[in-house]
């Protein structure tokens, strides 16, 4: 009987030791957090006020990328000067996306949505841009960030560019998925160590792909490796993206919807890739023969083929809901001076998709919103 009490004294002390353990951890994480996860629980958490300095001896090896990055974050999680304080008399745009949009690894005002702002400040003296990408979002996270966040912010413009991230998902991931189980996402949501051990559990069952948005690595077109493939293994990538694609649209029409409940214009962007049955003008590659990873093997062929079908449905969504689309993928040159890998852009690929950007939302701003215009869109 004494020998029992010992063990259950010991037992306590343990359990005991544990809880205060737990509940060191869970102080020092709430006064400081240096994980970073985007995730809490259930919820999508933005990276308020943070600003990361980025020098790394692979951004040497990139063209056209600056060797030192600086990436701020304001105090709404998102890149851009802080809102106005008249903000409603402003014209107010928000740029959603995944590591496309986010530009992690350009600086602040070489982002597509800085140079979008400032090729707009000419004609709209008022405009204000927020650039609120993240990386690895669908439209998954798109719907999460614009039910949570966008919705009650009430910009009057929200540009959307999505679809290569929504290829091959079927549900949220880890970037965007806003579902835990009941209790592990109840108890996330209000504990900073359970958080932390949800978040590290997704990042090791994931770690097998590679972000979008990582860091950055030469692209040696002239020496990549191609691939072929079959008739029949492009018409099972394609035939298998059947049902997704359907997801797709429905998730594009609930995001119509939630804009135009908020009172807000959204304007569709179609995702261009440095792939396709085209020659890279700096280099002479073939780009549909180019291998590539887009969470499966394939060729920059069948890459393209998937990647159009996803774009079909956001020009017709476009179309029959009467927005505005500015088709980057068509309009986008394919040269590897505008990429520093089959999706992300340089600085100089930022500049350009801010000049198409502007040929197609200027226009369409000065017949909706002339009280604000100070000069006419630039020709």
Known sequence: MTGHRSQTADYLLVA??????????EAGLRIHNPFGFRMRGNRIVLPANKTYRIQDSRLGKVEKLDKVIIHTKNSLGFRGPEPPPDFARRLTIVAIGGSTTECFFLSDDKTWPARLEAKLKPVFPSVWVNNAGLDGHSTFGHLALMSNYISKLRPKLVLLLAGANDIF??????FDQTRNSRVVGSLADHSEAVALAVNLVRHARTRRFEALGAMPRPLALRFQQTRMMSPEQERALVEGEGGRLRGYQERLERLAELARSGGIELVLLTQPALVGDAVDDATGADLAAVGLEMYQPMNGHVAWRLLELYNDVTRSVGRRRG?????????????????????????????????IILASLCPALGDKQPALAAAPCPR
């Open 16 to 25: 005991a030791g544990l809880a205060v353990a737990f509940a060191l951890v």
């Open 169 to 174: 998902t079927d549900a949220p991931k880890q």
């Open 323 to 355: 927005l505005t689309v500015a088709d980057l993928a068509r309009e986008m040159p394919k040269s590897s001076r505008y990429y520093y890998d089959f999706f992300h852009f340089t600085n100089e690929g930022a500049e350009k998709v801010g000049d």
